[in-house]
C-alpha cells in the first residue's frame, strides 16, 4: 500500500460525458501528479501539482483539466469524453524532490 | 531526459536471481536511474534508485556501472509475484522541484515455477 488512494477504481460512461477523478496524496506530501495509461499509448504524464498551483504539464488534452484543493488531494475532471479516452488513470504524489508513489489508478471506460 | 533501452521480456526460474539490465548512455550527471514495477494494470511499484553507488533495500539491488551508461536491478530470490513489467527510468531531480517520469515500455519479466 503506497499510500495514495484513489477513487473510484472503476467508471463507466457514455461518449459525450464528464467525469471527476479524484487522488489523496500520502500524507505530508504536497506534489500531485497524473498519469494516463492507454493500450497503445503506455503510461503518459499529463500534469503536476505542487501545493496547488500548476506546476508542469504534459500531453494533457484541452478538455481535461485539474486542480488541487487546499486540503491537498486532487482531482482530474474528463470532458466530452471519446472512445480513446479510455484508459487507466493513475495519480502520484511525492515530497519536494522525493520518490513518486502512485495509488492504485482508476479504470474508465467510455461506451 | 535520457533515453533508456530495456530488453521486452524475460524469464528467469523462480528462486534464481533475476538480474534486468538497462541501457542508458545518454544520461548525464545530475540525472538518477529509477526502477519501477507494475505488476498486471496495478498501480506502478517504486523498487529503488540510484545516481553513482550501488544501492540495495529490502526489495531489490541496483548495480550502476562506474560511466553510468548502464545499470542492472538484481531481484535476488524471484518469487512468482515478481512477475511484472519492470521500467527504468532516467530522471533528473533539481532544485526546482520534482519532475515527471517518463515511461518507457519497460521489460516483462516472467517468473517461472
Known amino acids: 500500500d503506497s499510500g495514495v488512494t484513489q477513487t473510484p477504481k472503476h467508471l463507466i460512461t457514455a461518449t459525450g460525458q464528464r467525469v471527476t477523478l479524484r487522488c489523496s496524496p500520502r500524507?505530508?506530501?504536497?506534489?500531485v501528479y497524473w498519469y494516463q495509461q492507454s493500450l497503445d499509448q503506455g503510461l503518459q504524464f499529463l500534469i503536476q501539482?505542487?501545493?496547488?498551483?500548476?506546476?508542469a504539464k504534459g500531453n494533457i488534452l484541452e478538455r481535461f483539466s485539474a486542480q488541487q484543493f487546499p486540503d491537498l488531494h486532487s482531482e482530474l475532471n474528463l470532458s466530452s469524453l471519446e472512445l480513446g479516452d479510455s484508459a487507466l488513470y493513475f495519480c502520484a504524489s511525492s515530497a519536494y524532490t522525493d520518490t513518486q508513489y502512485f495509488g492504485p489508478g482508476t479504470r474508465l471506460t467510455v461506451l | 531526459d535520457a533515453k533508456t533501452t530495456q530488453p521486452p521480456s524475460m524469464d528467469c526460474a523462480e528462486g534464481r536471481a533475476a538480474n534486468l539490465p538497462c541501457n542508458h548512455s545518454?544520461?548525464?550527471?545530475?540525472?538518477?536511474v529509477y526502477w519501477y514495477r507494475q505488476i498486471h494494470s496495478q498501480g506502478p511499484q517504486y523498487i529503488i534508485h540510484g545516481l553513482k553507488n550501488n544501492e540495495t533495500n529490502e526489495m531489490a539491488s541496483l548495480i550502476i556501472t562506474e560511466d553510468r551508461k548502464s545499470s542492472t536491478l538484481i531481484l535476488p530470490h524471484a518469487t512468482l509475484r515478481d512477475t511484472a513489467v519492470y521500467y527504468c527510468i532516467v530522471r533528473l531531480i533539481s532544485n526546482f522541484g520534482n519532475e515527471k517520469l517518463t515511461f518507457g515500455t519497460g521489460t516483462r519479466l516472467t517468473i517461472i515455477p
Open positions: 500524507s505530508g506530501d504536497l506534489s
Open positions: 545518454t544520461i548525464s550527471g545530475n540525472e538518477y
Open positions: 501539482y505542487y501545493n496547488g498551483e500548476e506546476r
